[in-house]
Protein backbone atom coordinates (compact mmCIF):
# COMPACT_ATOMS: atom_id res chain seq x y z
CA UNK A 1 0.00 0.00 0.00
CA UNK A 2 2.88 2.04 0.81
CA UNK A 3 3.63 1.70 -3.00
CA UNK A 4 3.36 4.52 -5.65
CA UNK A 5 0.86 3.98 -8.37
CA UNK A 6 1.61 3.19 -11.72
CA UNK A 7 1.57 6.43 -13.89
CA UNK A 8 -1.55 5.31 -16.24
CA UNK A 9 -3.95 5.67 -13.66
CA UNK A 10 -3.14 9.42 -13.53
CA UNK A 11 -2.41 10.01 -16.67
CA UNK A 12 -3.85 13.07 -18.51
CA UNK A 13 -4.99 10.60 -21.76
CA UNK A 14 -6.00 7.86 -19.39
CA UNK A 15 -8.25 10.27 -16.67
CA UNK A 16 -10.08 11.39 -19.93
CA UNK A 17 -11.03 8.03 -20.85
CA UNK A 18 -12.28 6.87 -17.55
CA UNK A 19 -13.69 9.90 -17.14
CA UNK A 20 -15.94 9.14 -20.44
CA UNK A 21 -16.46 5.20 -19.67
CA UNK A 22 -17.69 6.40 -16.34
CA UNK A 23 -19.80 9.02 -17.42
CA UNK A 24 -21.32 6.19 -20.20
CA UNK A 25 -21.62 3.82 -17.22
CA UNK A 26 -23.60 5.91 -15.08
CA UNK A 27 -25.99 6.85 -17.70
CA UNK A 28 -26.92 3.55 -18.14
CA UNK A 29 -26.86 2.65 -14.79
CA UNK A 30 -29.21 5.17 -13.72
CA UNK A 31 -31.60 5.06 -16.64
CA UNK A 32 -31.62 0.81 -16.55
CA UNK A 33 -31.77 -0.04 -12.75
CA UNK A 34 -33.16 3.34 -11.91
CA UNK A 35 -31.54 3.12 -8.45
CA UNK A 36 -33.23 5.24 -5.36
CA UNK A 37 -36.43 4.80 -6.51
CA UNK A 38 -35.85 7.83 -8.96
CA UNK A 39 -38.53 6.97 -11.18
CA UNK A 40 -40.95 7.23 -8.45
CA UNK A 41 -40.33 10.33 -7.54
CA UNK A 42 -41.59 11.86 -11.00
CA UNK A 43 -44.58 9.65 -11.97
CA UNK A 44 -46.08 12.08 -14.23
CA UNK A 45 -43.12 12.90 -17.14
CA UNK A 46 -42.49 10.27 -19.87
CA UNK A 47 -39.61 7.96 -20.22
CA UNK A 48 -37.96 10.43 -22.72
CA UNK A 49 -37.80 13.45 -19.59
CA UNK A 50 -37.04 11.11 -17.42
CA UNK A 51 -33.72 10.05 -19.80
CA UNK A 52 -32.88 13.53 -19.72
CA UNK A 53 -33.16 14.90 -16.67
CA UNK A 54 -32.23 12.07 -15.13
CA UNK A 55 -28.98 12.31 -17.51
CA UNK A 56 -28.33 15.90 -16.44
CA UNK A 57 -28.34 14.91 -12.70
CA UNK A 58 -25.45 12.21 -13.87
CA UNK A 59 -23.38 14.87 -15.73
CA UNK A 60 -23.97 17.53 -13.15
CA UNK A 61 -22.68 14.81 -10.66
CA UNK A 62 -19.64 14.27 -12.93
CA UNK A 63 -18.45 17.44 -12.13
CA UNK A 64 -16.81 16.32 -8.93
CA UNK A 65 -15.31 13.27 -10.34
CA UNK A 66 -14.00 15.70 -13.54
CA UNK A 67 -12.44 18.17 -10.74
CA UNK A 68 -10.83 15.45 -8.35
CA UNK A 69 -9.13 14.52 -11.47
CA UNK A 70 -7.52 17.67 -12.42
CA UNK A 71 -6.62 18.14 -9.24
CA UNK A 72 -5.22 14.57 -9.12
CA UNK A 73 -3.20 15.45 -12.27
CA UNK A 74 -1.12 18.37 -11.17
CA UNK A 75 -0.66 16.68 -7.68
CA UNK A 76 0.96 13.82 -9.33
CA UNK A 77 3.57 16.49 -11.16
CA UNK A 78 4.64 17.56 -7.44
CA UNK A 79 4.25 14.56 -5.68
CA UNK A 80 4.57 10.35 -6.12
CA UNK A 81 0.50 9.11 -5.42
CA UNK A 82 0.92 5.87 -2.96
CA UNK A 83 -1.57 3.10 -3.25
CA UNK A 84 -3.10 4.13 -0.17
CA UNK A 85 -3.73 7.98 -1.03
CA UNK A 86 -5.33 7.19 -4.09
CA UNK A 87 -7.85 4.36 -2.42
CA UNK A 88 -8.56 7.06 0.07
CA UNK A 89 -9.06 9.35 -2.86
CA UNK A 90 -11.57 7.12 -4.59
CA UNK A 91 -13.45 7.06 -1.02
CA UNK A 92 -13.11 10.57 -1.00
CA UNK A 93 -14.97 10.86 -4.78
CA UNK A 94 -17.65 8.42 -3.64
CA UNK A 95 -18.28 10.43 -0.68
CA UNK A 96 -18.66 13.69 -2.61
CA UNK A 97 -20.97 12.37 -5.22
CA UNK A 98 -23.14 10.65 -2.58
CA UNK A 99 -23.64 14.10 -0.78
CA UNK A 100 -24.08 15.34 -3.86
CA UNK A 101 -27.05 13.30 -5.33
CA UNK A 102 -28.53 13.34 -1.55
CA UNK A 103 -29.14 17.22 -1.43
CA UNK A 104 -30.31 16.91 -4.89
CA UNK A 105 -33.06 14.45 -3.80
CA UNK A 106 -33.71 16.10 -0.95
CA UNK A 107 -33.96 19.92 -2.38
CA UNK A 108 -35.13 19.71 -5.42
CA UNK A 109 -38.63 19.32 -6.51
CA UNK A 110 -40.11 16.14 -4.94
CA UNK A 111 -43.77 15.74 -6.15
CA UNK A 112 -44.89 15.19 -2.77
CA UNK A 113 -42.58 12.61 -2.25
CA UNK A 114 -40.70 12.87 1.04
CA UNK A 115 -37.38 11.27 1.31
CA UNK A 116 -35.67 10.66 4.62
CA UNK A 117 -31.90 12.80 4.81
CA UNK A 118 -30.20 9.64 5.98
CA UNK A 119 -31.84 6.60 3.94
CA UNK A 120 -30.82 9.26 0.59
CA UNK A 121 -27.63 9.18 1.69
CA UNK A 122 -27.66 5.13 2.34
CA UNK A 123 -29.07 5.12 -1.14
CA UNK A 124 -27.05 7.86 -2.60
CA UNK A 125 -23.53 6.10 -0.90
CA UNK A 126 -24.52 2.57 -2.42
CA UNK A 127 -25.30 3.56 -5.53
CA UNK A 128 -22.42 6.28 -5.92
CA UNK A 129 -19.76 3.38 -5.08
CA UNK A 130 -21.12 1.06 -8.41
CA UNK A 131 -21.14 3.84 -10.50
CA UNK A 132 -17.87 4.85 -9.81
CA UNK A 133 -16.01 1.40 -8.68
CA UNK A 134 -16.86 -0.95 -11.25
CA UNK A 135 -15.75 1.65 -13.90
CA UNK A 136 -12.72 2.54 -12.31
CA UNK A 137 -12.01 -1.15 -11.70
CA UNK A 138 -12.83 -2.18 -15.36
CA UNK A 139 -10.67 1.04 -16.43
CA UNK A 140 -7.41 -0.01 -14.10
CA UNK A 141 -7.71 -3.64 -15.99
CA UNK A 142 -7.76 -2.32 -19.16
CA UNK A 143 -4.64 0.17 -18.86
CA UNK A 144 -2.33 -2.45 -17.00
CA UNK A 145 -3.29 -4.70 -20.35
CA UNK A 146 -2.40 -2.42 -22.59
CA UNK A 147 0.89 -1.43 -20.64
CA UNK A 148 1.96 -4.77 -20.06
CA UNK A 149 1.32 -4.77 -23.75
CA UNK A 150 3.14 -2.08 -24.89
CA UNK A 151 5.88 -3.26 -23.00
CA UNK A 152 6.02 -7.03 -24.41
CA UNK A 153 6.04 -4.56 -27.70
CA UNK A 154 8.98 -3.25 -26.83
CA UNK A 155 10.48 -6.13 -25.12
CA UNK A 156 10.47 -7.88 -28.65
CA UNK A 157 11.68 -4.76 -30.08
CA UNK A 158 14.61 -4.66 -28.36
CA UNK A 159 15.47 -8.25 -28.59
CA UNK A 160 14.76 -7.96 -32.76
CA UNK A 161 18.41 -6.30 -33.21
CA UNK A 162 19.98 -9.45 -31.50
CA UNK A 163 18.78 -11.96 -33.45
CA UNK A 164 19.62 -10.05 -36.36
CA UNK A 165 23.14 -9.14 -35.29
CA UNK A 166 23.06 -13.56 -35.39
CA UNK A 167 21.71 -13.95 -39.15
CA UNK A 168 24.61 -14.97 -41.78
CA UNK A 169 24.01 -12.23 -44.59
CA UNK A 170 24.86 -13.01 -48.17
CA UNK A 171 26.85 -10.80 -50.63
CA UNK A 172 26.45 -12.31 -54.40
CA UNK A 173 28.05 -10.73 -57.56
CA UNK A 174 26.08 -8.18 -60.21
CA UNK A 175 25.42 -11.81 -61.97
CA UNK A 176 23.94 -13.20 -58.72
CA UNK A 177 26.44 -15.62 -57.82
CA UNK A 178 27.05 -16.18 -54.31
CA UNK A 179 30.49 -14.83 -53.11
CA UNK A 180 30.90 -14.38 -49.44
CA UNK A 181 28.41 -14.40 -46.59
CA UNK A 182 28.97 -12.91 -43.20
CA UNK A 183 27.65 -12.58 -39.97
CA UNK A 184 25.69 -9.49 -38.84
CA UNK A 185 27.57 -9.16 -35.84
CA UNK A 186 30.81 -9.10 -37.68
CA UNK A 187 30.43 -6.59 -40.56
CA UNK A 188 31.48 -3.42 -39.71
CA UNK A 189 30.61 -1.18 -42.95
CA UNK A 190 31.01 -1.50 -46.70
CA UNK A 191 32.46 0.90 -48.85
CA UNK A 192 31.98 1.49 -52.63
CA UNK A 193 33.79 2.96 -55.55
CA UNK A 194 31.93 2.73 -58.94
CA UNK A 195 30.94 -0.66 -59.47
CA UNK A 196 32.68 -2.59 -56.79
CA UNK A 197 32.51 -2.21 -52.86
CA UNK A 198 34.36 -3.25 -50.20
CA UNK A 199 33.11 -5.19 -46.84
CA UNK A 200 35.01 -4.47 -44.14
CA UNK A 201 34.42 -6.66 -41.13
CA UNK A 202 35.76 -9.23 -38.44
CA UNK A 203 37.56 -12.26 -38.76
CA UNK A 204 39.22 -14.06 -36.13
CA UNK A 205 39.00 -10.54 -34.22
CA UNK A 206 40.62 -8.93 -36.82
CA UNK A 207 39.53 -6.47 -39.72
CA UNK A 208 39.54 -8.21 -43.09
CA UNK A 209 37.97 -6.82 -46.05
CA UNK A 210 36.99 -8.27 -49.40
CA UNK A 211 36.08 -6.86 -52.74
CA UNK A 212 32.94 -7.70 -54.55
CA UNK A 213 31.96 -6.82 -57.70
CA UNK A 214 28.39 -5.00 -57.18
CA UNK A 215 26.91 -1.63 -56.96
CA UNK A 216 26.36 -0.12 -53.28
CA UNK A 217 22.72 0.44 -54.59
CA UNK A 218 21.71 -3.42 -55.67
CA UNK A 219 23.33 -3.90 -51.69
CA UNK A 220 20.92 -1.11 -50.56
CA UNK A 221 18.00 -2.80 -51.42
CA UNK A 222 19.69 -6.29 -50.92
CA UNK A 223 20.53 -5.52 -47.26
CA UNK A 224 17.23 -3.63 -46.25
CA UNK A 225 16.17 -6.05 -44.02
CA UNK A 226 19.05 -5.91 -41.76
CA UNK A 227 21.27 -3.44 -39.79
CA UNK A 228 22.86 -2.03 -42.31
CA UNK A 229 21.53 1.32 -43.40
CA UNK A 230 23.09 3.65 -46.26
CA UNK A 231 24.43 6.76 -45.04
CA UNK A 232 26.05 8.45 -48.48
CA UNK A 233 26.78 7.59 -51.51
CA UNK A 234 30.03 5.61 -51.05
CA UNK A 235 29.07 4.04 -47.38
CA UNK A 236 26.51 1.35 -45.62
CA UNK A 237 27.03 1.28 -41.84
CA UNK A 238 26.34 -1.32 -39.70
CA UNK A 239 23.93 0.69 -36.88
CA UNK A 240 24.47 -2.40 -34.53
CA UNK A 241 28.25 -1.05 -34.47
CA UNK A 242 27.86 2.85 -34.00
CA UNK A 243 29.17 4.10 -31.10
CA UNK A 244 29.34 7.38 -31.61
CA UNK A 245 27.36 10.01 -33.56
CA UNK A 246 28.80 13.79 -33.39
CA UNK A 247 28.23 17.34 -35.33
CA UNK A 248 31.08 17.98 -36.87
CA UNK A 249 31.76 21.40 -39.53
CA UNK A 250 31.49 19.45 -42.51
CA UNK A 251 28.22 17.55 -41.59
CA UNK A 252 27.73 14.35 -39.33
CA UNK A 253 30.37 11.72 -38.74
CA UNK A 254 30.19 8.21 -37.04
CA UNK A 255 32.28 6.15 -35.35
CA UNK A 256 31.81 2.62 -34.93
CA UNK A 257 32.54 0.22 -31.53
CA UNK A 258 35.67 -1.41 -33.50
CA UNK A 259 39.07 0.42 -32.88
CA UNK A 260 40.93 1.25 -36.29
CA UNK A 261 38.29 1.74 -38.12
CA UNK A 262 37.55 5.41 -39.92
CA UNK A 263 35.33 7.31 -38.85
CA UNK A 264 32.02 7.27 -41.66
CA UNK A 265 30.17 10.28 -43.13
CA UNK A 266 26.81 10.88 -43.25
CA UNK A 267 25.85 13.25 -46.13
CA UNK A 268 23.24 15.45 -46.83
CA UNK A 269 21.29 13.31 -49.18
CA UNK A 270 21.00 10.59 -46.61
CA UNK A 271 21.04 12.25 -43.51
CA UNK A 272 16.99 12.43 -43.12
CA UNK A 273 16.40 8.57 -43.91
CA UNK A 274 19.72 7.73 -41.73
CA UNK A 275 18.36 9.90 -39.19
CA UNK A 276 14.51 7.91 -38.90
CA UNK A 277 16.76 4.53 -38.55
CA UNK A 278 19.00 5.69 -35.85
CA UNK A 279 16.29 7.01 -33.64
CA UNK A 280 14.96 3.04 -34.17
CA UNK A 281 18.19 1.84 -32.45
CA UNK A 282 18.25 4.94 -29.74
CA UNK A 283 16.59 4.54 -25.99
Known amino acids: MNGKIPAYLYEKKNSVKMIL ?3 LFALLFINLFQPFGSRDWYPGISEIKYFAFSSLIILTGMLVVVISRIILIY ?40 RDLSESFRQSLNNTALVLLLPYTISWLYFSWKEKSALLEHLGQEKAPD ?41 KSKQSHYLLRNSLKRLEEHLADTPLERCH ?51
Open 21 to 23: FTA
Open 75 to 114: RSKRHDILYWQYAVWILAEIAAMAIFYTLFSQFFPKDGVI
Open 163 to 203: AASKMLIAFPDEKGELKISIMTDNLLYIESADNYTTLHYLN
Open 233 to 283: RSFMVNMDRVKILKKVKGGIMLELDEENTPDIPVSKTYYESFMQAFSRYTV
